[in-house]
């Protein structure tokens, strides 16, 4: 989903090839020269303002709480604990849940950690999950990304497709023949035959692949005859459909320190989005993406672009630090873009996650071919690797794989 309208690549899904030299989209974009540029979470700026304080801290200071909090959490103490926990009770313990035990841990041991950053490191689990902590099934944690390179708090190597994600899906497409604007309605099937009815027609085939997204899965927009069979359709009312929107604001110039990857800030109330996206260090557009997931997500999805701008905005010019002490330069934006990814009947939201209850084994329920004639793929049915275009890409190879062993 990449927009060219704002006369700069901007993509309101997904912008980087996450993971580390295991993803294989990365030597793919390299071999077909499309340029990636790596993003340094480091090279940031955070101020917390909350509790009517304006209080700058300093990116070392900030790594050290994070890596503190990630230390905690992935403790097999703490997970031992949480297991019994769940054992004894039988408690759905969500990620909330581990993360104020890892909290509480890090700080018995090594003193107090800043409220603000606290937040933070919440708001960058609900950016990843793509849902309020509170709602996520704490097994989404256990399961590790299969690209490896994951041992610090940081990604070492996530690299932004500066001319738009785009730029990978065509060369991918090339020689395919591919029908854009066929909404599919209807899927019947029995063992060996598929027909597919859309709205220009009917489609036949021996297998069908369907990489249909959860929420359109869940929402029932599509009707399967006859219906997909128990084992699947229990593991799907376990996975939900998350939220991660983006808003782009285009200004006359760069108000902002240019150099910096990333502006994030706390305030109290949470602020709609809490980091972002300096695009000028990208492509030199006096932009900034903000990233906004969660309830604050939801929230976007019933707001119009002016209230959504509004609110930001105010938060921008008070104390968000953004701009850095100097507030009284900062202009109106000159252009607007925002994601609405719970609004498009396509997707019913941004990725999937793990409702309390759920766990990888949903992802490897969806990934079970039914009757070795309907062969699911897509994010959600990659258990190590959801929530990515890696994740997706592989979930297709598989999907290949299990057809062509039938032959
Ligand atoms: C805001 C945002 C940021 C993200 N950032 C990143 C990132 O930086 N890096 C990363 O790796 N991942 C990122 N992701 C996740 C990544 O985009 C997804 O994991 C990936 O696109 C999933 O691919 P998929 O093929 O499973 O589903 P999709 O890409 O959702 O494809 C499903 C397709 O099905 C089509 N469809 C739906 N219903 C019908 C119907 N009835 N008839 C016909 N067609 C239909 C849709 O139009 C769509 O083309 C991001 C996602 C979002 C929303």
């Known amino acids: 989903m990449t927009d060219r309208s704002l006369g700069f690549p901007l993509d309101l899904g997904p912008s980087w090839l996450h993971g580390g030299a295991g993803n294989p989209l990365k030597a793919f974009a390299t071999n077909a020269g499309i340029s990636t540029q790596v993003t340094n979470y480091s090279n940031l700026r955070f101020v917390n303002g909350s509790s009517g304080q304006r209080q700058e801290i300093p990116p ?5 709480y994070s890596r503190r909090i990630d230390k905690s959490m992935n403790s097999t103490w703490l997970w031992i604990r949480m297991r019994a926990r769940i054992l004894l009770s039988g408690e759905n313990l969500s990620v909330a849940d581990v993360l104020n035990a890892a909290v509480k841990d890090a700080e018995d041991s090594n003193g107090p950690i800043d409220r603000g950053v606290v937040a933070l490191q919440k708001w960058v689990l609900e950016s990843n999950l793509a849902a309020p902590l509170e709602e996520i099934s704490a097994s989404a944690l256990l399961d590790e990304s299969d690209t490896g390179d994951q041992d610090d708090s940081l990604p070492a190597d996530d690299r932004y497709l500066v001319a738009g994600m785009d730029s990978l899906v065509k060369v991918f497409a090339q020689n395919l023949d591919i029908r854009y604007g066929e ?9 060996g035959s598929v027909s597919v009815a859309s709205s220009s ?9 369907v990489t249909l997204p959860v929420g359109v899965l869940r929402g ?18 376990r996975l939900r459909m998350g939220l991660l929107n983006k808003v782009c604001l285009t200004f006359p110039e760069a108000f902002w320190d240019a150099r910096l990857d990333f502006l994030t800030f706390y305030t109290d109330p949470p602020p709609l989005c809490y980091a972002w996206l300096n695009l000028a260090l990208y492509n030199g557009a006096p932009a900034l993406v903000g990233f906004t997931s969660g309830s604050a997500a939801r929230q976007v999805e019933e707001m119009s672009d002016d209230a959504i701008v509004s609110n930001i ?41 793990p409702g309390l209850g759920g766990s990888g084994s949903d992802r490897d329920g969806l ?41």
Request: proline share 7%; glycine share 8%; hydrophobic share 35%.
């Open 60 to 64: 070392s200071q900030l790594l050290g």
């Open 183 to 191: 909404t599919v309605r209807e899927i019947q099937w029995r063992p």
């Open 201 to 209: 027609g009917d489609w036949k085939s021996d297998f069908a692949v």
């Open 220 to 237: 029932g927009d599509v009707h399967f005859e006859p219906a997909l069979p128990g084992s699947f359709t229990s593991s799907l009312s």
């Open 313 to 353: 905005m105010q938060r921008i010019r008070n104390r968000d630090g953004i701009a850095g002490p100097d507030n009284r330069r900062i202009p109106d934006p000159v252009q607007v873009r925002i994601s609405r990814w719970g609004n498009d009947p396509f997707s019913r939201g941004s990725y999937s996650f």
């Open 367 to 407: 990934a079970i071919p039914v009757e070795n004639t309907l062969f699911f793929a897509g994010e959600a049915t990659h258990r190590d690797d959801p929530a990515s275009v890696h994740g997706a890409w592989w979930s297709g190879q598989r999907a290949a794989r299990q057809i062509q062993a039938l032959a």
